[in-house]
């Protein structure tokens, strides 16, 4: 079975730095994603970013980049000139790569607060 | 516009009154899951469906069922609810596999229940 680890429940930061957010993973897999969910107020699960796990380069959207240490089983998030809209709890997530059960592992969260 | 719908988004009930949740999605999607959100513990699969008349247990399927009888509508169904159940839950959707496969799941907005 696969678990997600995000040890920081909680982290704030002033706008316009930027922050990291960690998150380590346990699976024997070696075909899987890993994704980035935001959780605004609203409650709507956005999708941030997407990692194929046999692609060496880290993904980027925008403000958003990753940091993916595959043999380390660590994804962190690296949001940077971080904005007021960013404050929301974020969710590190695994899928195994298969045709199947196409079961999202979840972390525990950690909600981010931008200080304005 | 594509997009996974729920209803209701907020619903409070009692021990023990039969209530659906239901969703549907306009992506013609053969995959559908739901899960439940709790505090502390991230969002956790329930059952899942690939495709008509075709679901399984997820990891906390106790005191749930499900039914896919048409490709759009995947209906979450508590025939008892209890405190315990009270919980945040996001009805998810995928082409499973294949090229379609992004690995990326479709979420619904969530319905928020509350069980008395």
């Known amino acids: 079975a696969q678990t997600v680890t995000q040890s920081q429940p909680e982290m704030s930061v002033q706008e316009a730095e930027t922050v990291t957010l960690s998150c380590t993973y346990d699976?024997?897999?070696?075909?899987?994603?890993l994704f980035w969910y935001k959780q605004p107020p609203s409650r709507q699960m956005i999708l941030v970013i997407r990692?194929?796990?046999?692609?060496?380069q880290n993904a980027t959207e925008n403000r958003f980049s990753v940091n993916f240490q595959k043999a380390a089983k660590s994804f962190s998030l690296k949001i940077s000139d971080s904005q007021l809209g960013d404050t929301a709890m974020y969710f590190c997530?695994?899928?195994?790569?298969?045709?199947?059960?196409?079961?999202?592992?979840f972390g525990t969260g950690t909600r981010l607060t931008i200080i304005p | 516009e594509a997009q996974v719908t729920q209803n209701p988004r907020y619903l409070i009930t009692v021990t023990g009154k039969k209530l659906t949740v239901t969703c549907s999605q306009n992506?013609?999607?053969?995959?559908m899951s739901w899960y439940r959100q709790d505090p502390g513990l991230g969002l956790r699969q329930i059952y899942y469906?690939?495709?008509?008349?075709?679901?399984d247990k997820g990891d906390v399927p106790e005191g749930y069922k499900v039914s896919r009888k048409e490709k759009r509508n995947f209906p979450l169904i508590l025939e008892s609810p209890s405190p315990n159940q009270t919980s945040l839950y996001f009805c998810?959707?995928?082409?499973?596999?294949?090229?379609?496969?992004?690995?990326?799941?479709?979420f619904g907005e969530g319905s928020r229940l509350t069980v008395l």
């Open positions: 998810a959707s995928s082409f499973p596999g294949g090229p379609k496969n992004t690995g990326e799941l479709f």
């Open positions: 699976t024997s897999e070696s075909n899987y994603y």
């Open positions: 990692q194929e796990a046999y692609k060496q």
């Open positions: 997530a695994f899928m195994k790569r298969l045709f199947g059960n196409e079961k999202l592992t």
């Open positions: 992506m013609n999607h053969e995959y």
């Open positions: 469906s690939m495709n008509v008349e075709v679901t």
